[in-house]
């Protein structure tokens, strides 16, 4: 008697290699969904970096710029000292136009070892020239803090009566973090200058 034997093959099935491919495939697509991410969030985090620094340089900026543009003075009695280029003493008019008196001086001062630049005003300073600051590093309560530099702060003063110019330079250098090294990704080294005319200085 013979026996029929049915052997039955199960269609929907996979075989090994195509699991194993399968498996590769999936391994691939994860790894650059994983790398996309990855490259999304440092390119934020980039971006966020470079544009918190940019307004924090810039609101450093607007705020020596509305000190230095009401700087008073004449050729004998400028008003604007940078004996050192780390600090400018700025003398501002904001009262009588006919006496230096009752105007106010202020100090930007850069600290080379907290690499901060502050700000604070000057009370009872010695009528000069020369003037004598009773805080020049802006060590009391007063002070304000303004910024962190990777670098020196540049202050310098031109006034030439040949040619007329009359100018305060300003250039400051920053990074994101200034305690990490700079890298032209990562931590993007800033500099901005900037020029300003004290318009009731007379020179």
């Known amino acids: 008697m013979k026996i029929h034997r049915k052997t039955y093959f199960n269609k929907s099935g996979i075989t090994l290699t195509e699991l194993i491919v399968s498996v590769i495939i999936m391994g691939v697509i994860m790894l650059g969904v994983v790398a996309l991410d990855y490259a999304m969030r440092q390119s934020h985090r980039t971006s966020s970096g470079d544009a918190a620094l940019s307004m924090r340089m810039a609101a450093t900026m607007s705020h020596i710029s509305n000190s230095a543009v009401l700087a008073t003075g004449n050729r004998l009695d400028i008003g604007i000292d940078t004996s050192s280029s780390q600090t400018v003493f700025i003398r501002k008019g904001i009262g009588d136009p006919t006496t230096y008196g009752d105007d106010q001086w202020v100090v930007y001062n850069f600290d080379p070892t907290s690499q901060r630049l502050t700000f604070c005003p000057q ?15 802006c060590l009391d309560t007063s002070q304000e803090y ?24 300003i250039t400051i250098t920053s990074r994101y973090d200034v305690t990490a090294a700079a890298d032209p990704i990562k931590n993007r080294t800033m500099t901005s200058t900037t020029r300003i005319i004290p318009l009731q200085h007379t020179y």
């Open 123 to 137: 009370a009872n300073v010695t009528v000069g020239p020369p003037h004598t600051f009773p805080d020049p590093y």
């Open 146 to 169: 303004l910024i962190i530099l990777a670098n020196d702060v540049i202050f310098n003063f031109v006034g030439d009566e040949n040619t007329f110019n009359l100018y305060l330079e």
